[in-house]
């Protein structure tokens, strides 16, 4: 008769404790991060941005929908970028997520600029138009853009 013996490791606690510390911080810099990202949107853009989506501003909704996807893709790639070293990847996602942001704000302000888009009419419709695509489209790939740059 064979015994299985089911034992752990002797570092399974530390590593569990690590595994579950990593989490709870890279939540708390990527939870940091979207709601500044939220706040730079709101602050480059006109109106007030939290009480247009209150409303149910469609529009509003699509640009800061693509906009916290895009700084998601920022701190996904970041913590990716950090090969598994805790301070260095917290350090990493929040710097390259500052960065992003500045870069988001700036780069989707040109966009509206050079396609003569009014963000301001288009974020106060309360219908659907399509000129949102092209903002929404101008914040994922510049998401794209900057996740990539870290790596």
Do not use: C
């Not at 709870?24 to 810099?29: E, F, K, N, Q, R």
């Not at 700036?106 to 009014?118: A, H, W």
Request: aromatic content about 6%; cysteine-free.
């Amino acid at each position: 008769m064979t015994t299985t013996v089911v034992a752990l490791s002797a570092d399974y606690w530390s590593q569990l404790g690590r595994g579950v510390s990593a989490i709870v911080l890279y939540a708390i810099v990527g939870l940091v991060l979207m709601v500044l990202g939220f706040y730079a949107i709101d602050w480059s853009t006109p109106g007030p941005l939290r009480t247009m989506l209150r409303e149910g501003k469609p529009n509003s909704a699509v640009v800061t929908a693509s906009g916290m996807v895009s700084m998601a893709l920022i701190v996904v790639l970041a913590i990716y970028a950090s090969s598994g070293k805790l301070a260095e990847g917290l350090i990493y996602t929040l710097v390259f997520g500052l960065v992003g942001i500045a870069a988001q704000v700036i780069s989707v302000r040109l966009v509206e600029l050079v396609t003569g888009i009014d963000i301001g009419t288009v974020l106060a419709e309360e219908r659907f138009t399509p000129e949102v695509l092209v903002v929404a489209a101008a914040h994922l790939a510049l998401g794209l853009v900057v996740a990539v740059a870290i790596l």
